[in-house]
């Protein structure tokens, strides 16, 4: 049998996946326990209060619904940039094309200063919204301004390389047989990117859920209106009270896996159907 042996310049499997699981127990695991152990020094009904508690309420609503709501802009927006980078050719795209990066390599303290400044009701941008009486800065539209603004790469470097595995051929084909702009996209480009369309929204999600330097300046980051989660965990532990805030962490950490294991499962039903 050992004649049928595959070669490999990788480690055996017993020292790779020896290694594997060393690493994630020290990245993920350790770090997960210790946020739970020190939870559990609550107890049930201490964590229940803390968790239930109003301005925390308060500060999970503001952080989840801004995160979605700028998950689902930049999964619009994101499959249109996508689009025009991998579709057409204009002076310039090289440039457009590595902006798209440019939230990354940029710190978010950087973000939200840049942000704030621009929306705050004399800003360049803000004051053209405050003489509509849209207030941007110091709101939770502001937040979710940041928060398009740091997910927007996380939706195009996920659907742009399947954008371009779709053949323009194939457009062509369905065209010639009499489908529409409409019916073409529809029924050959969106089921094509819509895996990873959803990978992209779910990365963006992940990542606006955790954000907190981009935010904090652009949020006025006032209690019951627009306090994120992280801040107030951030509040807790300048207070010492280190308990209370693993325990805002714990919820935020159970709400979010919820909520990507719903997005993953979608994922994997439309992959199914799609093979079918």
Same mark, same amino acid.
Request: glycine share 8%.
């Given at each position: ?210 954000? *907190?330097?981009?935010?904090?300046? /652009? &949020?006025?980051? =006032?209690?019951? %209106? !627009?306090?994120?989660?992280? #801040?107030? @965990?951030? +509040? ?5 009270? *280190?308990?209370?805030?693993?325990? /805002? &962490?714990?919820? =935020?950490?159970? %709400? !979010?896996?919820?909520?990507? #294991?719903? @997005?993953? +499962? ?11």
């Amino acid at each position: 049998m050992s004649r049928f042996k595959a070669h490999s310049v990788l480690p055996g499997f017993n020292l790779a996946l020896g290694f594997t699981l060393l690493y994630l127990s020290l990245i993920v695991l350790i770090p997960l326990s210790a946020l739970f152990f020190k939870t559990a020094t609550l107890g049930w009904g201490g964590f229940w209060d803390v968790a239930t508690g109003d301005r925390v309420v308060a500060s999970l609503r503001v952080t989840f619904v801004t995160s979605f709501a700028a998950a689902v802009i930049n999964a619009f927006f994101g499959l249109v940039v996508a689009w025009v980078l991998v579709r057409y050719r204009f002076p310039g795209k090289r440039i457009v094309d590595a902006l798209v990066d440019l939230p990354f390599a940029l710190p978010t303290a950087v973000a939200g200063i840049t942000l704030a400044t621009l929306y705050a009701p004399n800003g360049w941008l803000g004051q053209y919204f405050a003489a509509h009486d849209i207030k941007v800065a110091y709101t939770p539209l502001g937040i979710v301004v940041a928060l398009t603004f740091i997910g927007l790469p996380f939706v195009v470097r996920t659907v742009q390389p399947v954008l371009a595995d779709v053949e323009a051929e194939v457009e062509e084909a369905a065209a010639s047989l009499g489908a529409g702009r409409w019916d073409v996209f529809r029924r050959v480009i969106f089921p094509a990117v819509f895996p990873a369309l959803l990978t992209g929204f779910a990365l963006a999600f992940a990542r606006a859920i955790g954000e *907190y330097g981009s935010v904090i300046f /652009i &949020a006025g980051n =006032m209690p019951f %209106i !627009s306090e994120i989660a992280p #801040l107030l @965990i951030v +509040a807790k532990l300048e207070q010492y009270d *280190y308990a209370g805030a693993t325990a /805002i &962490a714990v919820v =935020m950490l159970l %709400i !979010s896996f919820a909520l990507l #294991l719903s @997005i993953n +499962a979608l994922q994997w039903w439309s992959s199914r159907k799609g093979t079918r």
